[in-house]
């Protein structure tokens, strides 16, 4: 305690309060600024991301959508724990004018400045578009339309557009050419536009120099050799037999025969319900219809597969000129040189289907 002296006597010295009160400010504020601290480090950076069974979770975010569009689609998928921190900490992050749109990968436990930064970033994960066994561009369109945001209409109208057939040089009947089934990395907002473009691009790698070669040595164009490769791809699911197939059909142009596939009637006619063609078939009036005309049809009857396209290009000639599928149903074929040995294998199989009771 402190004294100091007057002429009236010893005084006791009285401390300033400001001191005591500057110090508890000083520790109010130290307090509030960490509990500030505390609560924006649990805003941002505390997990507020939960996916089912911790598993990965696929968000699309489709073009032109805004910030209420996104935060429908993380709620309505149940994945945001506390939705009002992470608008806010979206806001503050300045998302709802940086959306981009896309396919992204959400995982669980991840934070709000951990999410809000991926969906800032546009980094978004590529998908693997799929299609094989396809009839034909239209129904390509379906089934390309359900993998990626692009609508069904406006890719079949990309496909068969003025521009796109000018620019392959292709035809509506031949147009389907350039689509070669496999499996693509595409980003999921791809449009149409960039769909048939990529795929134009991978047509024309696929037909590398070797290749168009081979095409060259057989007489026939690309579009020639996919048509061909279409009828093969009807006639059978048997990879080895294939090339054999090729060959048969092969022998038939190079010696002016009619191509008599049946597919290519099947095809003509609209109807695949057809199981056994008939001789009423083969009078059905179509540039589609071997049976009346030579050579091969205007353009592909389906979409072939890779394994079609190289057994055109890599056929068998052994000298065969026909063919027909074998009476035990296994899926084969037997060849012949002659029409006669032809005519005793084709009535094993109708004999066969007669006994399934398969008559049209």
């Known amino acids: 305690m402190t004294y100091y002296h007057t002429k009236f006597g010893t005084v006791q010295k009285k401390k300033k309060p400001f001191l005591k ?82 396919h992204y990968v959400i995982k669980n436990n991840i934070s ?34 359900k993998q990626i945001e692009a609508d069904s209409v406006s890719i079949i109208n990309e496909i068969i557009s003025a521009q796109t057939l000018s620019s392959t040089d292709l035809t ?63 006639e059978t699911n048997r990879v080895s037999e294939k090339p054999m197939i090729a060959g048969v059909y092969i022998n038939r142009l190079n010696n002016n025969w009619r191509l008599q596939a049946d597919p290519t009637l099947i095809y003509a006619l609209n109807d695949y319900t057809i199981k056994r063609v008939l001789t009423v078939h083969t009078e059905f009036d179509s540039p589609y219809n071997t049976y009346i005309y030579g050579g091969l049809p205007p353009g592909p009857i389906c979409i072939p597969s890779i394994s079609s396209i190289n057994a055109v290009l890599n056929n068998t000639n052994d000298g065969y000129f026909y063919f027909c599928a074998k009476d035990d149903m296994s899926g084969y074929h037997v060849f012949a040189r002659s029409n006669a040995q032809h005519n005793r294998n084709a009535r094993k199989y109708r004999n066969a289907l007669n006994k399934m009771k398969i008559y049209k």
Do not use: C
Request: proline content about 4%; cysteine-free; hydrophobic content about 45%.
């Open 172 to 234: 509506i009947e031949t147009i389907s050419t350039i689509f070669i089934p496999n499996t693509y990395e595409f980003y999921w907002n791809t449009n149409a536009v960039g769909f048939v473009e990529r795929m134009y691009e991978e047509y024309t790698g696929f037909w590398n120099v070797d290749r168009t070669t081979k095409a060259d040595n057989l007489g026939m164009t690309i579009s020639e050799v996919v048509t061909l490769a279409s009828i093969v791809e009807k």
């Open 21 to 102: 009160y500057f110090i508890w400010f000083i520790l109010v504020l130290l307090i509030a600024a960490s509990a500030a601290a505390y609560l924006l480090f649990q805003i941002v950076y505390k997990p507020n991301v939960w996916t089912p069974d911790g598993k990965n979770v696929s968000v699309y975010i489709p073009t032109k959508s805004n910030f209420n569009d996104v935060k429908q689609l993380l709620f309505e998928k149940g994945l945001i724990v506390h939705r009002n921190n992470f608008i806010w900490w979206a806001e503050r992050k300045k998302y709802p004018e940086l959306i981009k749109p896309g």
């Open 112 to 145: 709000n400045d951990e999410l809000v930064g991926l969906l800032r970033s546009g980094n978004q994960v590529p998908i693997s578009v799929i299609f094989n066994n396809i009839r034909d561009v239209y129904q390509l369109a379906g089934v390309v339309s």
